[in-house]
């Protein structure tokens, strides 16, 4: 007999009947096991889920069995902008499998206290960034006891000219280094080095898919980006971009700063030498010839 038979059946009775609930496998939970889904990750799934940590573990399997990874993909990121937005706490470094020690061991190779080290941690696996951190505790609980040594120390074991140089000629500039330097738990000046390094190993696309992270994580959190000055440009430039865009001055520099977060600085550079172009002439058409 047919299910839609069942149902019909059943309610004429006055009864209900609810289809079976998936019963979690073995299988599935070595296929979690098996991915590079962690606690955390789980964590948050089950919460957009309705379920438990536990329960997201073996739907994690199940989808990755169906060979729905994509769709397991979209629905963490809708999970972590959920927990985001509503400001629910997502795990904590003894739930995804680190201690104190391991806190204190990076706090000293960060220069940050231990609960900022900590916030630091869980952002890097709330992120998904959590084989970067597993490389930086590794350097951190392991210095180098030859200084010379090309050791793998937080991605830029010797920050060479070369990284830094990989950096300049690319297209990423100091707000993109600062927001990631932010994401990934350092300086911006060492983030620099970072990107030039990840640029020579042709991880282009891992620093495009941190830097969208880093932007997130940064409009989430409310956090200053860069400032107008910081990446090169003036009152004077902010001045002459607010004439042509008919906007007051401080208008005109949060656009700046927009555009640059986002990647927009050629557009704006453009548009900053048409804007000068224009006040060059109308300069011209003031001064009266002698």
Known sequence: MRTSTITVFLALLGLSWAAPVQANTQEEWDHYNGSAYDFCDAKVLGAHWGESEKDAKYRIGRKIGWGDQSILEEALADARAQALSAGTPTCTIQEAGYDYQDAEALARTWNK?????????????????????QKELQAAQTPPSDPESNIDYSGSPLQSPSERNAYDVSAYDYCDAKVLGAHWGESTTDAKYRIGWKIGRSEQSTVESNLAAARSQALSAGTPTCTIQEVGYTYKDAEILAVAWNKSVDEAKTTMVTKVFWGNEAILRQELRAARSAASKRQRVRTPRR
């Open 113 to 133: 206290s231990i609960d900022d080290t900590k916030t630091h941690m869980v952002n890097k696996i709330f992120w998904g960034n959590e084989d970067l951190l």
